[in-house]
């Protein structure tokens, strides 16, 4: 398995252009989360999903838009990047059967905008 | 919401044992405390978590006061690849699983 996956690693927007930051697995997990860490800082979390089709708002989504169609997927979307947006993205995955509800986390992705 | 508190950093010696603090007193009695760790920069991972009970595994241990408005992580055997950012997290019991993190515990572990 390879886990939570995410692409691109690093990128370098400009003011009001526009990107996806993509994020799969295959542990065939129901919930997906996105979360953003600013520098010195904990996890944000921007919006989450619990199955496909399913998303809902986390503390800060202003901003950033999703969606959900396959249960693998779940993309991140930018419009009008701002440099309020400079962050590290951290996409991840849980179970939502009984038990433990361990989310898995993918490397990140690092976004600056200047 | 329950929230966390912890303390900013810690140093710990090398081989001794770790013990990291969390005070999460407005806790309500479905919610279970888990912890996290972040090496660097990389995604956190799962430490343990626990409800009510004390437990361990391979990693650590975790103590909850019997009122369970605090908790105890314990790393038995510090090692220098333990020096991380630790997290310890109320999960919610409203079905969706969010975490809401804090800043964490900066724990330096020392030659």
Known sequence: NAGVTQTPKFRILKIGQSMTLQCAQDMNHNYMYWYRQDPGMGLKLIYYS??????????????????????????????????????VYFCASSYSGRGNYEQYFGPGTRLTVT | DAKTTQPPSMDCAEGRAANLPCNHSTISGNEYVYWYRQIHSQGPQYIIHGLK?????????LIITEDRKSSTLILPHATLRDTAVYYCIVRFASGTYKYIFGTGTRLKVLA
């Open chain 1, 50 to 87: 619990v199955g496909a089709g399913i998303t809902d708002k986390g503390e800060v989504p202003n901003g950033y838009n999703v969606s959900r169609s396959t249960t693998e997927d779940f993309p991140l979307r930018l419009e009008l990047a701002a440099p309020s947006q400079t962050s």
């Open chain 2, 53 to 61: 009970n004390n437990e361990t595994n391979e990693m650590a241990s």
